[in-house]
């Protein structure tokens, strides 16, 4: 075809209102993807994203490359997935903090400024205490914590953390008065109840499994849907009569605006990835409790915790002003 034809044909195209030949769906992806990261390599939701980053390349046959965007306690990179370009190349990961972030003001956007379309994964704290402790469930935890009104010291990872407003949701579940008390991160919690100075830490399950496997510490409930993998004989706190759940998350989500074809085989696409044997070895592996939802599902799920979330910090006092 003459190069003049093709001109024509374009404007032809123009005049009727048609656009010229761009990437469709059935094509997605014809280039590599990025998938943002808004926390630092080597943590946690870094090795999560990144074993999820190479399962999906061999689901897509493209290159998947994670970037790190960080600061702000998780705002510059949520912030950078909300306005990347959605045209389906800029995957992100988004994470707990962005249910933490507004309510402290941190943020001028929400999940709703989202288009989330998968849960990974729930890590939900787990009630701990000294193992010689005569405290043996939550009920025991709460009689006592009753009978001796201020003295109960729970640890948690710093102020305003998932596991601060987690051990604030457990004292009001259980209908008790707690000291919350903060450290720079779970393991110096976990650290200080082994050496007897707290009565017991609401950090994740993996995060205490060590002391407990050593047996320093053992666990009285876990706040999760289910119980976990690591300790399938520990009861949650529904089993134990406190329906309550909770847990720091992680998920993916979208810049609103990519095109419906395009999402769809995103959500197919990652959904094959999430349930990959290596990807799920890896989590097995890394102590990281799956918990998938799909798209409908997660919306529901963050719409609740995001509510539970601000509710507890405007009572922990830690929720901006209005």
Request: hydrophobic share 45%; charged share 20%; glycine share 10%.
């Amino acid at each position: 075809m003459k190069r003049r034809d093709v001109l024509i044909g374009l404007s032809m195209a123009a005049a009727l209102g048609l656009a010229p030949f761009t990437a469709t769906a059935a094509e997605w992806p014809a280039k590599p993807i990025t998938m943002i990261c808004p926390w630092s390599p080597g943590g946690g939701t870094d090795l999560l994203l990144r074993k999820l980053a190479a399962s999906l390349s061999k689901v897509v046959k493209q290159t998947v490359t994670v970037v790190n965007t960080t600061g702000g306690g998780g705002a510059i990179g949520h912030a950078a997935i909300m306005r990347a370009k959605p045209d389906g190349y800029s995957i992100g990961m988004i994470t707990f903090e962005l249910n933490s972030l507004p309510p402290q003001g941190l943020i001028p956007f929400t999940w709703k400024d989202f288009d989330p379309i998968m849960r990974i994964n729930m890590d939900p704290p787990a009630l701990t205490v000294q193992k010689s402790s005569p405290l043996n469930n939550l009920k025991d935890f709460a009689d006592y914590a009753k009978a001796n009104p201020d003295k109960v010291t729970i640890g948690n990872s710093g102020p305003g953390s998932v596991w601060h407003i987690a051990a604030a949701m457990m004292a009001d579940e259980l209908g008790i008065k707690a000291k919350y008390v903060p450290f720079d991160g779970a393991a110096p919690a976990v650290t200080a109840l082994v050496g007897g100075h707290l009565t017991a830490v609401s950090v994740s399950v993996a995060e205490v499994r060590g002391q407990v496997a050593g047996g320093n510490l053992k666990i009285l409930g876990v706040m999760g849907e289910t119980r976990s993998d690591l300790f399938p004989e520990v009861p949650t706190f529904a089993e134990q009569g406190v329906k309550a759940t909770f847990g720091t998350w992680r998920g993916i989500g979208l810049p609103k605006g990519v095109p419906p074809k395009v999402r769809a085989k995103i959500m197919t696409s990652l959904k094959a990835a999430f349930d990959d044997a290596d990807f799920q070895a890896f989590a097995k592996s890394a102590g990281l409790s799956l918990a998938y939802q799909n798209d409908k599902d997660f919306v529901k799920f963050l719409d609740k915790n995001a509510n539970d979330v601000e509710r507890v910090m405007k009572s922990l006092g830690l929720a901006k002003k209005k």
